[in-house]
């Protein structure tokens, strides 16, 4: 089943703790990004990647970092977390060209809370 | 930066009504994509359409798209129990690889 997937579905972790959330897609797509979604400001896009190795800011990056080293998987990164990132995050993917040109396809999201 | 921003934000119909939301953005667009979410959940796709086309159709969704006053529409005719959700439209633009989403519009459907 072609599928984009997060893990975890559900973190609770406090201030400062590094973590990783994990996205993996199983559809050869070239375009991922990561977007997260708060009440009242719907979603924002955080970092995407256009291929391996490539990877650009989106609207909110303070205080994330990812990385594309191949190209089914696209890590997000919080070296040190603090409670204004509490939020859903969601990770997509595209085939070449990205949404300029075609439909994303979303994975089933992060529930992060930093307390 | 582009943002979709749906109207209205809250409707409640009863099954087998037809639901209309609308979507303005504020500049040009290579297309506009309307999303689906359930409950928190992920988004699904639902249609795109793009800046030179007026109308497409998927199912029982329609939509249009009108470039001269930048906003589009999304009708769900014969609506279902299932087709209670959030519903988002998104713009996209070469030059800026990103959907900029609308803050979304909440659909309750009445059985």
């Known amino acids: 089943e072609a599928q984009v997937t997060q893990n975890p579905r559900y973190l609770i972790t406090v201030t400062g703790k590094k973590l990783t959330v994990t996205c993996s897609q199983n559809?050869?797509?070239?375009?991922m990004s990561w977007y997260r979604q708060d009440p009242g400001l719907g979603l924002r896009q955080i970092y995407y990647s256009m291929n391996v190795e490539v990877t650009d800011k989106g609207d909110v990056p303070e205080g994330y970092k990812v990385s594309r080293k191949e190209k089914r998987n696209f890590p997000l990164i919080l070296e040190s977390p603090s409670p204004n990132q509490t939020s859903l995050y969601f990770c997509a993917s595209s085939f070449q060209g990205g949404v300029v040109n075609t439909e994303a396809f979303f994975g089933q999201g992060t529930r992060l809370t930093v307390v | 930066s582009q943002q979709g921003e749906e109207d209205p934000q809250a409707l409640s119909i009863q099954e087998g009504e037809n639901a209309t939301m609308n979507c303005s953005y504020k500049?040009?667009?290579?297309?506009l994509q309307w999303y689906r979410q359930n409950s928190g959940r992920g988004l699904v796709h639902l249609i795109l359409i793009r800046s030179n086309e007026r109308e497409k159709h998927s199912g029982r969704l329609r939509v249009t798209l009108d470039t001269s006053k930048k906003s589009s529409s999304l009708l769900i005719t014969a609506s279902r129990a299932a087709d209670t959700a959030s519903y988002f439209c998104a713009t996209a633009y070469y030059g800026n690889n990103r959907l900029a989403f609308g803050k979304g519009n909440q659909v309750v459907v009445i059985p």
């Open positions: 500049t040009s667009i290579n297309n």
């Open positions: 559809m050869n797509h070239e375009y």
